[in-house]
């Protein structure tokens, strides 16, 4: 077969853009929503259904952790990606800090304004837990409910603790006199 040399092949025009292209294209700079006066950038793509934004890439499923990698550098193995403007879409790298597990776990726990029944976390209703806040109203309810159930048991408890309490008082009488 003999070969024509003065054809032209045609160039395939290959037509792609950057992974920091691809996600740029994804996201629109709020004029609304800011954190610590920059704003935050807003994933246009359906979110899922914990409220964060998917971009795959070949390590990543997730657009905020994309935007991390692309922009500030690598995720250590022992931290999370923490938003400090508290908005699951937003994925402007200055919005997002790697921490350790337990400090995310707890500026979460920080930034709930309510507990999961809708009680408000005033300083009123909220007492200290060894995990984060607890609400008063639900304890008390929890409380309420159970001495329904356990009428006998907790009788038996009230009877009890107010014989120690009279008993405390008994002793520290004795003292002061
Ligand atoms: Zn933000
Ligand atoms: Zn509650």
Redesign the pocket.
Known sequence: MEIDYTKQHPVKKIKKRSIAGRFLAKIVVSEV?F?EGSA??EWQPKLDGGGYGRFRTEDEHYAHRTAYKLFVGSIPDDKEID?R?R?RH?V?PL?LEAVPHKINQERMAEAKTECVKGHPFTPENTFKMKSGRGCKICRYQRVKEWRERNPEHARRINTESKRNWRQKQAKSDNIVR
């Open positions: 929503l954190h935050c950038w938003h403007c908005r937003c402007n919005h």
